[in-house]
């Protein structure tokens, strides 16, 4: 079975970070400013400006985004029909240095 999911790769920071999600492509489907202040008060997102399309270079299957400071990334991918322990990581040498990823389970609905 595949299951389609839709990612919100939110960047609190003031760095962009390379997300990289192993063994699996998605694709780009959107960047959104929105205002971080509120968001952490609040914990709610409310978005400053229209969504920004992924540039030409972005298009098509990826395995690593840029995920900008202060925006919402969107990220569409399937998972399967493969089942089992996957893993995501911000792309830095370091975090992969010390193993520095989050693991994810894509089960058998």
Same mark, same amino acid.
């Given at each position: 079975m595949v299951s389609t999911e839709i990612w919100y790769l939110i960047d609190l920071t003031i760095d962009t970070h390379s997300i990289h999600v192993l063994l699996i492509d998605f694709q780009v489907i959107d960047r959104r400013p929105f205002d971080v202040d509120q968001y952490n008060k609040e914990g709610v997102i409310y978005y400053t400006d229209p969504a920004i399309p992924p540039e030409p270079q972005e298009r098509g299957g990826k395995d690593t985004v840029r995920a900008n %400071?202060?925006?919402? /990334?969107?990220?569409?991918?399937?998972?399967? %029909?493969? /089942?089992g322990r996957y893993v995501w990581n911000y792309h830095i040498l370091e975090h992969e240095d010390y193993e520095m990823m989050r693991p994810y389970i894509v089960r058998d609905i």
């Amino acid at each position: 079975m595949v299951s389609t999911e839709i990612w919100y790769l939110i960047d609190l920071t003031i760095d962009t970070h390379s997300i990289h999600v192993l063994l699996i492509d998605f694709q780009v489907i959107d960047r959104r400013p929105f205002d971080v202040d509120q968001y952490n008060k609040e914990g709610v997102i409310y978005y400053t400006d229209p969504a920004i399309p992924p540039e030409p270079q972005e298009r098509g299957g990826k395995d690593t985004v840029r995920a900008n %400071p202060k925006q919402v /990334t969107r990220i569409i991918m399937n998972f399967g %029909p493969y /089942t089992g322990r996957y893993v995501w990581n911000y792309h830095i040498l370091e975090h992969e240095d010390y193993e520095m990823m989050r693991p994810y389970i894509v089960r058998d609905i």
